[in-house]
């Protein structure tokens, strides 16, 4: 049933289009492990290839593969019987058997065994003669016959090869067709019955003996057809070299060979199940003999193949292969330390003398700001990691810093432009004497390592310390000591092969020096298979194999592995045989040397001309001369010819120089012409037909086609070539093959025809058009099955785990990956273009436009073009492109010449006459020989045209190599065994999870294997990395596919494992425990699974993003920035999905816990942990970590989610405020904080993010105002600035930092009235005395000027209030003024206002006053006329200081106007307090309750008709001791909660958000909105109305004030509960997707009846400090005085 799809269910993806079938189950065996094993034929579709029928050519291509019976129930369920076993191969019989009678074919079988007995008689009798019509009859009578089926096995007698034999070497050519006949009738029944007739046939001894020419093809033909549908490999576009017919014969019979014992170690595989009852060891032994035979006949296919395709003389000895052993499944990098990219690899880093290394501080932050306070501009730095586009290692100067993110400007050398980084990313370097060259690269690299620690986040690349995890399939062994002194059994055998290669006496030396060394055991084949050969005993071998092997055979032990592993050295005064090492290691030399000497003018002494030419060869070049001799005598000497010839076939290289020498410079005749009649008298001399003419008939071609040869040479060449043909006609294949008829009927056209025997040579030649064609097919099908072969040696080794010892298995394999490395393409075979004119114009011959040409200025025939060559590049094809509608510019003569220099251009290499219709003028074609330099000559133009145009010139460069159809071969069969395994163990793990653990040690085994075949077979990176590459897509990808995809119940196998190691990851700290063993095989997979690692993006910092307008992050995008495939992505999203699991309950067990914010980060640092433990620190899963992290949080309901950002702002207000002790409680206090922050970070991008920024606004204002400011609060926001949607923290802190500007400014203000008023004061007292002497004025003038002095006085009041301090007798204060701008700060309410008139004493208000009038002329200048001017509010808010005695009071503003109070008083009431100030009842008797504790100054007394008591001044006179010090008597902080009123106003706010979303989005329809148009439409419906209701709005804090990010909040809230969605083709547009419940809170104007917004208010607050004065009078009364 060839050809019938009967199982295809399943389908495996080669290759882009490309898809491969389970077709048919051929054969089964038992495998190495004794389980049964089927080999499925799979075929190889491509798309568009499956009809709507079932049946598919047999001629498509299909590859066999072995398969277990798991792997079959997982790929091909429908080759499993009702039973679940396999169903066996066919055994189809002969249905066509039914017809005949069994009499009938008995007595039919009786006839053919005497028509075989007849025939053989009749060809007895008519030896020699013509043979007569009787046989001619039994034969047809035989041959129709052989056509009937059910007696093809009557056929199978011996004697009826006999009789073949007999007829395919009878002289009659009617008995030899009749024999292809019969044969060609046996064949037609199946493929099994033509190859064994054929394997027959061909192991004949003697066989070639007895075929003819046409015999011979004859077989090959069927060959050919057997083979056809075997191996449909295309080797288009490559070209084959000539193989004459004999040697394509024998490498049939040693591919049949090869294939028949490739059948029988089947057989015997097959055989060994059902003759398990036999002894083990007979088995053993019969498939032990089986292998060696196979392995020793595939070692001679591929030695006779690699001389056939002339791979041993196509480049010189190969060396030790140059392949480093590194990882063939990670892209090969460039070699670049550790950290540090390549261009900064470098043997010396400079250092700073001055400046300390970030190594030495404790942490990251503390490294931060001493770069920032050390930092000047003009400075050198280095970039310690890698961030955006600047790498680790880069250098530059360092320009500006500011308050932006990130804050540092440096001009970078490596990009020559300026780009922002963080602090401590920064190595100072200093100035530049300052910088010293002291460091290397590695200590640099330890230095940058170590400094590392301190950093936050990692660096991205993995790049670990210790090598364990590098390459973790290479796991360490111990290498046996035994097993380096001894070959393994892959180099015995190589070294075996040749000594089989040996004859006669040779091969019983060898065996004497091994039985010498073996203590004089028996050898046998059986003991030989099996030695251990010692090292020394190997090197003894291998000198006696170079004394004793011929020509041939010795090339391919010096390319061979073991002897380049093990070459030995030469005893001394031994010479050897020193002709033939020199002639295979100076192969190319040699015969260069020999060119040469041949080009050169004759101006040496005269002599023999060929004497000259060999002299390079030694004893061998004698053999040549001898030879020459012995034909040119009178009396040919037969005997001393044959057995020169003899010497020849051993040594052909002095042959070869000789036949190569015709393709030589025309000034040689004499040495052509002695040559060519040497040649000719050799060809009569049946030995010399066995020389390699083969290799060297591309010579005389060249000579043929050449302009230049002389007429007497070419006739004699012509002879030559004729004689040759007549007496072989491989040859005249051989000259088909090479294009000989076309160049000789170039030259018959050029000598008129007056060539004798050209004619007769031509249709000869052309005559073997059709053999020719049969050659070609039978050299691609004996490759093509090769390769197969070794493709299917490859996978027995993968799936037996065994080693390959077939000898020259790696030899084959380079020369298939011949190539691999190299790329020359079209456009860079030259290295430069030159014209005989207008150079300027010369690029228009490469720019590929026809429209452009390059135009020549000058006389007729002195334009050319020289193309200087890349070195080795062979021509392929040159071509030039011409047009005809350039008339007489167009060339008409074109003649092209080649020499090694521009002055030595005089070997034409060819001559076109080109028609006036041509476009495209191919000049050279398949250049067997490097021309350094080659000139294109025009001679003439069409029409007598003087200058020429050139449309372009097209050079193909070097003809393709069998590497890319071998890396296709090897990536198809590579890919559909592991994809088949891959699905097999991924059906493993579908039924028992617990399987997954087992999937490391299979992977390590597979990779482990795949990586030791490459370094043993394959030459260089390229074919490393294809088959790594293939391997891991076709193994790891599809498995990882697979255990991260989730099962119904929504958990993937892997995200199961996950867990598990999650969750016993405790108990894993003991190593002798199972949890320990557990966790070591989850670790080892995962660290397996992410060993690849291809060329990532750089890096991307979490902790610092890119600074831009938009502050929020997107993990996911991250996440995926850079990675290349598909399998870190599954990973990635397994790994997010186990760490949302885990956050998500650990979420809903503890949000309500006391301590939920440590306990968090303590749970987030294990997850960490877990991470580097299971993946390293890849940027990949830390960015999963977060993602999975920001995802449990994104779950939460709203007012759990407010409560979680509630406790994290409030657990870093206290981090804050305890990293103030100091000591050691403080250092652990900042521990915390950072071990937050890190946390903290994740809520960036997500919508908890603006609650978080709402409730750390209010913690930072309180601590702020009560504590002042401190570098701790820049740094926490440098770090967690991202997680602030509206920067209003970092407004803040730039509030403070104005309002400490204007106090500056206000202290010269004050100090500017202090001195007018001062200045005022002295022209008063000058004034005094200069009037104090006129006393005779009149009193109604003295009262008008009192009058005049009243009404001034009246007028300035005002200002007289403003200078009340200013007269102030006691000790005055230093009070301090800080501006808070409600935008930024949370000011609560606006009903707590201070009136200075009324609760501040008079030298407080004086200052105050002084305040507001700087404060309005600061306001008024031009610039800020336009906006509307802002007003001072006077709050309660601020603190102070007091002196009560020896105390220091340290008190609230409220507080401070209290005590003050009580300076004039002895006792007040609340009620008056309360009636004064305005304040609320809540706010006074949290002021009041910490005066009246123990350690307050007031007593509270309880009054009837009293409401809230009395207070007064607690009398201390009865206590021990008096009281110092100093108090603190602030309110403590009250914490928010945010189920309260606060949180559920957020929420209000965000429902009425999302109701003018939905709203808005409805209205468009199914079109939607730009996100950005989205935004600007709910801004504006939020500011026209309905505003929020007024409960909202104070609880805000803010107003009404809404911005863009809290309604791109909102937008990712909606999207994530999918009320709102994405177009797929353009993401910016959303419209709305699903209704959506949100209950719309009632609204109303927050200004009734106003239509315009409020007027912007600015609320400051006061610090107050006393500053001695003086003239301040001393008192011993007690009374509160203000500090500050």
């Not at 004794?34 to 598919?56: A, D, F, K, S």
Request: net charge negative.
């Amino acid at each position: 049933m060839v050809g019938e799809l009967r199982y295809r269910e399943f389908r495996v993806s080669l290759g882009p289009g490309l898809h491969a079938y389970p077709d048919e189950l051929i054969r089964q065996r038992v495998g190495h492990d004794g389980h049964p094993e089927y080999q499925i034929r799979w075929l190889i579709l491509r798309r568009g290839e499956e009809g709507e029928g079932n049946q598919v050519d047999c001629k498509a291509e299909h590859i066999l593969l072995w398969m277990s019976n798991d792997e079959i129930y997982a790929n091909c369920h429908k080759m499993l019987g009702e039973d679940g076993q396999v169903i066996g191969p066919s055994q189809e019989t002969a249905g066509e058997a039914g017809a005949l009678d069994k009499s009938v074919l008995g007595e039919m079988e009786t006839d053919v065994k005497s028509l075989i007995q007849r025939a053989l008689r009749q060809l007895e009798e008519c030896v020699g003669t013509v043979p007569p019509a009787p046989l001619l009859h039994t034969v047809h009578v035989l041959s129709a016959y052989a056509s009937i089926e059910p007696l093809a096995g009557v056929f199978k007698d011996p004697r009826v090869l006999d009789l073949l034999m007999h007829m395919l070497s009878s002289p009659d050519y009617q008995i030899r067709w009749s024999a292809g006949r019969m044969i060609q009738a046996l064949a037609s029944h199946d493929a099994g019955t033509r190859t064994q007739i054929l394997l027959s046939l061909s192991q004949q001894e003697a066989i070639e003996k007895h075929l003819d020419f046409d015999s011979r093809c004859a077989l090959l033909a069927l060959f050919a057809q057997a083979t056809l549908s075997e191996h449909p490999m295309s080797f288009e576009g490559i070209q084959l070299p000539q193989v004459p017919g004999r040697l394509l014969f024998s490498l049939v019979k040693h591919y049949l060979h090869v294939t028949s014992l490739l059948d029988q170690l089947n057989d015997s595989a097959a055989d060994t199940g059902a003759q398990s009852s036999s002894a083990p060891e007979e088995l053993s032994g019969e498939r032990g003999r089986l292998e060696l035979e196979f392995s020793m006949a595939m070692g001679t296919l591929i030695s006779e193949l690699v001389q056939a395709m002339r791979w041993d003389w196509a480049s010189s000895r190969p060396g030790p292969l140059a392949r480093s052993s590194s990882s063939i499944f990670q892209p090969q990098l460039a070699d670049a330390g550790l950290g540090l990219p390549p261009t900064q690899a470098q043997p010396a880093l400079r250092r700073s003398r001055r400046f300390r290394p970030r190594s030495e501080f404790a942490s990251g932050n503390t490294y931060a700001l001493y770069v920032r306070d050390t930092l000047q501009p003009g400075m050198r730095v280095r970039m310690l990691d890698d961030f955006e586009e600047i790498s680790a290692g880069d250098e530059g100067e360092f320009r500006q810093s500011n308050s932006g993110v990130p804050p540092v400007q440096v001009l970078w050398e490596s990009t020559g432009r300026t780009y922002w980084v963080h602090w401590h990313m920064l190595e100072i370097l200093g100035f530049e004497e300052d910088i010293e060259d002291m460091v290397e690269a590695d200590e640099y690299q330890g230095a940058a390592v170590s400094g590392a620690q301190g950093v936050a986040l990692p660096s991205w690349r993995w790049k670990p310390m210790t090598e364990l995890y590098a390459v973790p399939y290479v796991l360490p062994e111990d290498e046996d000591a035994e097993e380096k002194e001894h070959l393994t059994q892959a180099e015995w055998w190589e070294l075996l092969f040749f000594i089989k290669k040996l004859d006669g006496p040779d091969h019983q030396e060898v065996l004497q020096i091994l039985q010498e060394n073996l203590d004089g055991e028996v050898l046998d084949d059986e003991i030989l298979a099996e030695l251990a050969v010692p090292v020394e005993l190997a090197q003894d071998l291998l000198l006696a194999l170079l004394q004793r092997l011929d020509d041939s055979t010795l090339r391919d032990l010096l390319n061979c592995r073991v002897y380049r592993k093990y070459t030995p050295e030469a005893p001394a005064g031994q010479p050897g045989y020193p002709s033939l090492l020199e002639a295979q290691a100076q192969t190319q030399e040699s015969a260069d040397a020999a060119r040469v000497k041949a080009e050169e003018p004759l101006t040496q002494p005269p002599g023999s001309p060929l004497r000259r030419l060999v002299e390079g060869y030694g004893p061998a070049g004698k053999i040549v001369l001898d030879l020459e001799q012995a034909v040119s005598s009178e009396g040919t000497q037969e005997s001393e010819v044959k057995s020169l010839l003899l010497l020849l076939q051993l040594q052909p290289q002095p042959f070869l120089a000789l036949m190569r020498s015709l393709d030589t410079p025309a000034a040689n005749k004499a040495l052509h012409l002695a040559i060519l009649r040497v040649l000719t008298r050799l060809v009569d001399f049946p030995e010399a037909l066995l020389l390699p003419w083969h290799e060297a008939m591309d010579a005389c071609v060249a000579c043929l086609r050449s302009s230049n040869t002389d007429r007497e040479v070419l006739q004699e060449l012509i002879f030559f070539l004729h004689h040759l043909a007549s007496v072989s006609r491989d040859y005249a294949v051989v000259l088909n093959q090479l294009g000989a008829r076309d160049a000789i009927s170039k030259a018959l056209e050029k000598h008129l025809g007056k060539l004798d025997l050209a004619q007769e040579l031509r249709d000869m030649v052309f005559k073997c058009e059709k053999h020719a064609h049969l050659y070609r097919k039978l050299t691609t099908n004996i490759l093509g099955g090769c390769i197969q072969m070794v493709l299917g040696q490859i996978e027995d080794h993968r799936r037996t785990h065994r080693p390959i010892n077939i000898p020259f298995f790696d030899v084959f394999l380079r020369y298939l990956c011949q190539g691999s490395s190299v790329e020359v393409k079209e456009d860079k075979c030259w290295e430069r273009v030159e014209v005989s004119s207008n150079p300027h114009r010369a690029s228009k011959l490469t720019d590929r436009n026809p429209k452009t040409y390059w135009e020549s200025n000058g006389s007729t025939g002195s334009h050319y073009i020289t193309l200087h060559m890349q070195q080795g590049v062979l021509i392929r094809q040159l071509t030039l492109l011409v047009a005809s509608e350039d008339s007489s510019y167009m060339p008409a003569r074109v003649v092209v010449f080649g020499g090694d220099s521009s002055s030595s251009l005089n070997t034409e290499l060819n001559s076109v006459n080109v028609m006036p219709s041509a476009s495209r003028v191919i000049l050279l074609e398949n250049l067997n020989r490097f021309w350094p330099v080659i000139q294109i000559r025009i001679k003439r133009c069409q029409q007598g045209g003087i200058d020429t145009r050139i449309r372009g010139l097209e050079v193909l460069g070097p003809k393709p190599t069998f590497w890319p159809v071998f890396r296709e071969q090897l990536c198809r069969h590579t890919r559909l065994f592991y994809m088949v395994r891959a699905q097999a163990w991924s059906q493993d793990i579908v039924e028992d999870r617990r399987s997954l653990l087992h999937l490391s040690s299979r992977l390590n085994g597979a990779l482990r294997q795949e990586q030791n075949f490459a370094d043993l077979f394959l030459p260089d990176n390229e074919a490393a990395q294809a088959l790594g590459k293939a391997c891991w897509e076709a193994l790891v990808s599809p498995l990882v596919q697979n255990i991260t995809s989730p099962d119904e119940d929504g958990i993937s196998p892997l995200g199961w494992l996950l867990d598990q190691y999650l969750e016993c990851r405790e108990a894993a700290h003991n190593p002798q425990s199972r949890a320990a063993a557990f966790s070591s095989r989850v670790r080892r997979l995962t660290h397996l699974l992410v060993h690849v690692e291809p060329c990532e993006a750089p890096a991307v910092a979490v902790a610092t993003p890119q600074p831009s307008e938009n502050r929020s992050h997107d993990w996911s995008s991250l996440a995926t920035q850079g990675l290349p495939s598909s399998i870190l992505k599954n990973l990635t999203r397994c790994w997010q999905a186990a760490v949302e699991e885990q956050v998500n309950s650990f979420l809903t067990s503890h949000w309500q816990d006391d301590d939920f914010v440590p306990r968090y980060c303590e749970h987030f640092n294990k997850l960490q942990k877990s991470s580097s433990e299971l993946f390293g620190p890849r940027a990949a899963f830390l960015l999963a970590l977060q993602n999975g992290c920001a995802g449990a949080l994104l779950k939460l309901p709203f007012l759990k989610a407010a409560h979680v950002s509630e406790q994290f702002a409030r657990h870093i207000d206290q981090r804050i405020q305890g990293s103030r002790i100091g000591g050691a409680r403080g250092m652990e206090m900042l521990a915390q904080l950072q071990r937050c922050l890190e946390t903290v970070l994740i809520f960036s991008g997500l919508e908890i993010a603006t609650t978080f920024e709402h409730y750390y606004q209010h913690y930072m204002a309180d601590r702020l105002l009560s504590l002042g400011s401190s570098w701790l609060e820049g740094a926490v926001l440098e770090q967690i600035g991202p997680c602030f949607p509206n920067r209003l923290p970092q407004q803040m802190l730039q509030s403070l930092s104005t309002s400490e500007e204007l106090q500056r400014q206000f202290h010269v203000y004050q100090l500017q009235r202090l001195d007018q008023e001062l200045l005022k004061l002295e022209d008063t007292e000058k004034e005094i005395q200069v009037d104090h002497g006129a006393s005779g004025k009149e009193h109604e003038r003295e009262c008008e000027e009192a009058k005049e002095t009243g009404a001034v006085a009246a007028a300035d009041v005002t200002e007289e209030e403003e200078n009340e301090d200013l007269y102030y007798e006691g000790t005055m204060p230093e009070v301090s003024v800080l501006v808070l701008s409600p935008r930024c700060w949370p000011i609560a309410s606006v009903c707590h206002t201070l009136n200075p008139k009324t609760c501040l004493p008079t030298y407080l208000r004086g200052t105050l006053n002084q305040y507001s009038n700087f404060y309005n002329k600061s306001q008024s200048y031009p610039a800020l006329e336009q906006s509307p001017q802002r007003q001072l509010q006077w709050t309660w808010l601020g603190r102070a200081e007091l002196q009560f005695g020896d105390q220091t009071l340290h008190v609230s503003t409220v507080q401070m106007w209290l005590l003050l109070y009580l300076n004039n008083l002895k006792e007040v009431s609340i009620e008056s307090l309360l009636a004064l100030s305005g304040l609320s009842p809540d706010m006074l008797n949290q002021a009041v309750g910490l005066l009246t504790s123990p350690r307050g100054p007031l007593d509270l007394h309880e009054q009837k008709g009293v409401p809230g008591g009395v207070l007064k001044i607690r009398d201390d006179s009865e206590e021990p001791r008096p009281r110092r010090g100093n108090v603190w008597l602030i309110p403590p902080q009250t914490y928010l909660k945010a189920e309260d009123e606060d949180g559920r106003n957020l929420e209000k706010r965000q429902n009425l958000l999302n109701c003018l979303i939905v709203r808005i989005l409805k209205a468009h329809g199914d079109e939607g909105l730009h996100i950005d148009q989205l935004v600007c439409l709910v801004l504006e419906a939020w500011q026209k109305g309905p505003c929020p209701p007024r409960g909202l709005v104070s609880s805000l804090g803010r107003g009404s004030a809404c911005s863009s990010t809290d309604v791109l909040s909102c937008i990712l809230h909606l999207l994530g509960k999918g009320t709102v969605r994405r177009h797929d083709e353009r993401p910016q547009r959303l419209s709305y997707a699903v209704p959506v419940t949100v209950m719309e809170p009632r609204t109303e104007s927050l200004n009734p009846g106003s239509s315009g917004p409020n007027p912007p208010l600015t609320f400051h607050t006061l610090q107050i400090r006393s500053r001695a004065a003086p003239y301040a009078p001393c008192t011993v009364t007690q009374s509160f005085s203000t500090f500050r």
